[in-house]
């Protein structure tokens, strides 16, 4: 499949109310020694609406006391959220973190967020959204897969940036899947451990980013791409330049999250009207700051917040 080259131009949406959301799951977050609210599209939300931007988090909770702590949760950090209730469990995953503050996961399986249902009000949400950010782990499920795809093909197909970013955990992700979710975005996130499965699925010999961010345009007119490569460095392709930074250096507590601030901030950055070099540097600084920090949602400092 070929498709026709196009530009993605952020500045189209400087004069745009625009409206985020994180889509898939919310989740607790368990270490060791204490509990914290994430999940990747619900970190991403947050970390746009500390940015500036209006954001909400569209998931599913059951009924039981994780997700009245997740409400009173969102509620403190003034986060909107849509969480209708399903009669599964709230979402949780147990968290180890290596002497070198990286995590390694194990999520309970059928769980609330695995049954995200359709409706018409998340159907009018779609439409009122420009940026939305989704990943694979929700989409394990027929159910949540379903009201995901179909949120992002009611956004307003004019003003929207849809921003996959793959967060493959574990077996819960398939060819299909990725093959169905690359057709429903703009933007790609992906790090250095995800790369050689994406490429194998695309049918590339090497993982290579600059090959695999070609194919890409060439398949599937996707023109930015975000790729993170841990404690070496991070490149940001957009359109036809590149952006390639060293990762800051910072004393690591833990990288839960970090990947997801990242995104977030350099996407917000790009709205705001910075350069991709800007964007991207700002970008590393908010990802270093949330390494240093337990868990995925911490607040950030008010230098963080893009004026207009």
């Known amino acids: 499949m070929r498709v026709n080259h196009t530009v993605l131009q952020f500045a189209h949406y400087k004069d745009l109310q625009i409206h985020c959301a994180g889509l898939g799951e919310v989740l607790f977050d368990i270490f060791p020694y204490s509990m914290k609210l994430g999940g990747a599209p619900a970190n991403f939300a947050y970390h746009c609406s500390q940015i500036g931007f209006a954001s909400l988090i569209v998931s599913a909770v059951g009924n039981d006391a994780y997700a009245e702590k997740a409400r009173t949760l969102l509620a403190l950090k003034y986060m909107p959220a849509f969480l209708p209730i399903v009669p599964y469990p709230t979402g949780a995953v147990h968290i180890n973190i290596d002497r070198s503050g990286i995590p390694s996961y194990s999520f309970l399986a059928d769980t609330a967020y695995d049954h995200i249902p359709t409706s018409e009000y998340i159907l009018e949400l779609a439409k009122n959204t420009h940026v939305a950010c989704f990943g694979t782990l929700a989409q394990r499920s027929h159910e949540s897969r379903q009201t995901i ?31 169905a979710s690359l057709a429903h975005c703009e933007v790609l996130k992906c790090n250095a451990e995800e790369l050689p499965i994406l490429t194998s699925f695309a049918g590339l010999k090497h993982a290579d980013a600059a090959a695999y961010y070609a194919y890409l345009q060439e398949t599937y007119a996707i023109n930015c791409m975000i790729y993170t490569e841990g404690s070496k ?21 833990d990288t839960v999250g970090a990947g997801d ?48």
Do not use: W
């Open 261 to 308: 601030s990242f995104g977030a901030a350099c996407i917000c950055g790009l709205l705001k009207g910075l350069p991709l070099q800007d964007a991207h540097a700002f970008a590393t600084k908010v990802a270093s700051f949330v390494c240093t920090q337990e868990g995925a949602m911490p607040e950030f400092p008010s230098c963080f917040k893009l004026k207009d």
């Open 149 to 179: 795809l179909t949120f992002l093909d009611h956004m307003p197909s004019e003003y929207r940036i849809r921003i996959f970013d793959v967060n493959l955990r574990e077996d819960y992700y398939s060819q299909d899947m990725i093959t």
């Open 233 to 253: 460095q991070s490149t940001v392709f957009l359109n036809d330049t590149v952006s390639v930074l060293p990762t800051a250096q910072t004393t690591v507590v």
